[in-house]
């Protein structure tokens, strides 16, 4: 258990400075438990909290662990180039945060991206030593062929890696349709190695990292949702 000063609480979940945020406790703009504090030196218990702010709940977490069904054309960068970034589909609070992705997807790529402000956690999700498995389902520019898929299983040469890197898994969906699972986490790898074999990659989809999928999470294109302890345990490696 642990207390801190309402002013201290509200700046930690990402509502602002110090000074806008005891401007809306003194406004009577925040509720704890769903009682009205105005005072913004009150000490407060963080365990099971609830805040209320401008009508919304918001349960106070130490750190946040997002899932992002994630769109095309938005890039996975807190400072976005050519196209907005994955940060202005979450509520502005996550950017006071210093929210982040946990790895990327490329701008044109969908689905699943996992986002945070635990640096550990970031870091140790990141990892490549991990193993943990990612589905993705790629749409190809060339027909799926049995020796495209046995080719992706056995192991395709990037030319700036050492040795060849193969699918866990790789299954034809449809004409143009491919599902197929890694463990590396490479650099633009699904796309990489189809053209390796041979192929083209003209679209790309994530649906699953580890044992945790956008099916089960239930979250529509541009959603996101908070992952839960229940969440996370099905990101550890296999």
């Known amino acids: 258990m642990s207390k801190l000063s ?11 400075t110090r000074k ?13 438990n769903g009682e009205i504090v105005d005072n913004y030196k009150a000490s407060i218990e963080t365990e099971d909290l609830v805040l209320t702010v401008f009508d919304e709940e918001w349960r106070y977490r130490p750190q946040v662990y997002i899932a992002l069904h994630k769109p095309a054309n938005f890039e996975c960068s807190r400072k976005p180039s050519h196209h907005p970034g994955v940060l202005t589909l979450l509520p502005e609070q996550f950017t006071w945060r210093e929210v982040q992705p946990v790895g990327r997807l490329d701008h044109d790529t ?3 991206l996992l986002m945070s402000d635990d ?3 970031i870091h140790a999700q990141s990892s490549p030593k991990r193993h943990v498995p990612k589905v993705y389902q790629a749409t190809t520019a060339e027909p799926v062929t ?17 040795a060849p890197l193969r699918a866990v898994s790789c299954i034809r969906r449809g004409e143009h349709q491919l599902e197929i699972v890694l463990e590396q986490g490479k650099y633009h790898q699904v796309k990489r190695m189809l053209a390796a074999a041979g192929n083209h990659c003209s679209a790309l989809h994530r649906s699953q990292i580890g044992g945790l999928t956008l099916d089960a999470l239930g979250i529509k294109e541009g959603g996101w949702c908070f992952l839960e302890p229940e969440h996370l345990a099905l990101l550890a490696p296999a």
């Open 6 to 16: 309402l002013d201290r609480i509200l700046q930690s979940q990402g509502f602002g």
């Open 20 to 32: 806008y945020c005891r401007a809306l406790i003194e406004d009577g703009d925040v509720a704890v």
């Open 110 to 112: 969908t689905g699943l």
């Open 119 to 121: 640096g550990p956690f």
């Open 146 to 162: 049995e020796a495209l898929v046995a080719q992706l299983l056995e192991g395709v040469q990037l030319h700036d890696e050492p």
